[in-house]
């Protein structure tokens, strides 16, 4: 069936760094991924819309220049996390669907992000 | 503002008994349902949803109930196994699969299931 991957699964970086987050459809044509974010305890979070080809769509309140979102080919999405900071810590789950009308909904396993 | 909440954070069941999980929405604009099953560390798996011109939907020991004047739905997992033990979370949406805003998914906050032997 259809996979989405997602890479890195866990990742710790510095305060300040940046960080990438790939999100890759492996056997389907993704027009269209989601980022969401999970704190703990907590429900996933809608972050952006992320069309192929074109600009992604932010939620209200979701910084687009502090988290950088490309949707370059139709499998692979990127998820920027521009000058990390600790309250930035969180885990980032990508979804995406293929191009038919009754085309499911897929989740990466997610990446935990860790900012020291 | 908590459009989808799932007010009990944890359930624990017997196996072989049926697990209830309940979610309650304030949106009135969505019309299409799912609920996910989650693992720690891993992202929700899909397992069943329903579209708001249904009341019922069943899937093998998965069946999932829409009232939509109580703005209400529910899960109901018969007979439970210990393998269903997991995080649930329902999720709603403006728009069924068929529509562009497919995928943009309100979720609850979940609920702990633990199915016990």
């Known amino acids: 069936g259809a996979v989405v991957s997602q890479h890195p699964s866990w990742v710790i970086c510095k305060s300040g760094t940046s960080v990438k987050i790939e999100c890759r459809s492996l056997?389907?044509?993704?027009?269209?991924m989601f980022w969401y974010r999970q704190f703990p305890k907590q429900s996933l979070m809608l972050m952006a819309t992320s069309n192929e080809g074109s600009k992604a769509t932010y939620e209200q309140g979701v910084e687009k220049d502090k988290f950088l979102i490309n949707h370059a080919s139709l499998t692979l999405s990127t998820l920027t996390v521009t000058s990390a900071h600790p309250e930035d810590s969180s885990f980032y789950i990508c979804?995406?669907?293929?191009?038919?009308?009754?085309?499911?909904?897929?989740f990466g396993n997610g990446t935990r992000l860790t900012v020291t | 503002d908590q459009q989808v909440k799932q007010n009990s954070p944890s359930l624990s069941v017997q196996e072989g008994r049926i697990s209830i999980l309940n979610c309650d929405y304030t949106n009135s604009m969505f019309d299409y349902f799912l609920w996910y099953k989650k693992y720690p560390a891993e992202g929700p798996t899909f397992l069943i949803s329903?579209?708001?011109?249904?009341d019922k939907n069943e899937d093998g020991r998965f069946t999932v109930f829409l009232n939509k004047s109580a703005k209400h739905l529910s899960l109901h997992i018969v007979p439970s196994q210990p393998g269903d033990s997991a995080v649930y979370f329902c999720a709603a949406s403006v728009g069924n699969a068929g529509g562009t805003s497919y995928g943009k998914l309100t979720f609850g906050q979940g609920t702990i299931l633990t199915v016990h032997p």
């Open positions: 979804s995406a669907r293929g191009r038919g009308l009754d085309s499911p909904l897929h």
């Open positions: 056997d389907f044509q993704a027009t269209t």
């Open positions: 329903i579209s708001s011109i249904k």
